[in-house]
């Protein structure tokens, strides 16, 4: 099982450009994450997905959107790139008792 | 909304002596769970506290759930240069929803 896999894991963007970060599982989990963390800080929750077909906001949703494409695969749009969204951007899902499972993470600098 | 403070933010430790590190909050936590990240890594899951005064052990890490539930600490003894990284806390409430995470103690040990 590779878990939680993230592609790219780097990538650099100008501002203004736009880029999908993928995510995928193999756990068969219901419940998928998209997280943020700038340097030295914690972690941001800027979407979720309970079960597939449902999309929810976090705490820093502006700026982003989501996709749900099935229950294995939850996508991360930025649609126009701003320099205050370089960051490390983890996927995660979660297992039986709420744990999560974190993928590598995508570096992402917008220049 | 819910918030969960740690306590210290860094923490440098002299090799081979112990330290702790705290999660407070103001109203009652459902489930604490702990996660440590590596730096340059990804949070991976240590360990999830569930009842009033729980305890919990793994090798030199102990874990506790405090008796109101609104605060669990995370103490260390013996520290190894394999402990630096940084430390959160995460409040969790039913399967599949959102974690509630700290802002993290970061541990630098020193040799």
């Known amino acids: 099982n590779a878990g939680v896999t993230q592609t790219p894991k780097f990538q650099v963007l100008k501002t203004g450009q736009s880029m999908t970060l993928q995510c995928a599982q193999d756990?068969?989990?219901?419940?998928m994450y998209w997280y943020r963390q700038d340097p030295g800080m914690g972690l941001r929750l800027i979407y979720y997905?309970?079960?597939?077909?449902?999309?929810d906001k976090g705490e820093v949703p502006n700026g982003y959107n989501v996709s749900r494409l099935n229950k294995r695969e939850f996508s991360l749009r930025l649609e126009s790139a701003a320099p205050s969204q370089t960051s490390v951007y983890f996927c995660?899902?979660?297992?039986?008792?709420?744990?999560?499972?974190f993928g590598p993470g995508t570096r992402l600098t917008v220049l | 909304g819910q918030q969960v403070m740690q306590i210290p933010q860094y923490q440098h430790v002299q090799e081979g002596e112990d330290f702790t590190t705290y999660c407070n909050s103001s109203?009652?936590?459902?489930?604490i769970q702990w996660y440590k990240q590596r730096p340059g890594g990804h949070p991976v899951f240590l360990i999830q506290l569930v009842k009033s005064g729980e305890v919990k052990k793994q090798k030199r890490l102990t874990f506790q759930f405090g008796e109101a539930k609104k605060n669990s600490s995370l103490h260390i003894t013996a520290t190894q240069t394999t402990d630096v990284g940084t430390y959160f806390c995460?409040?969790?409430?039913?399967?599949?929803?959102?974690?509630?995470f700290g802002g993290g103690t970061r541990v630098l040990v020193k040799p």
């Open positions: 995460a409040e969790s409430k039913a399967a599949g929803n959102k974690l509630t």
């Open positions: 997905s309970a079960s597939e077909g449902t999309t």
């Open positions: 756990m068969n989990h219901n419940s």
């Open positions: 109203t009652t936590l459902s489930n």
């Open positions: 995660a899902s979660s297992g039986t008792i709420n744990e999560q499972f």
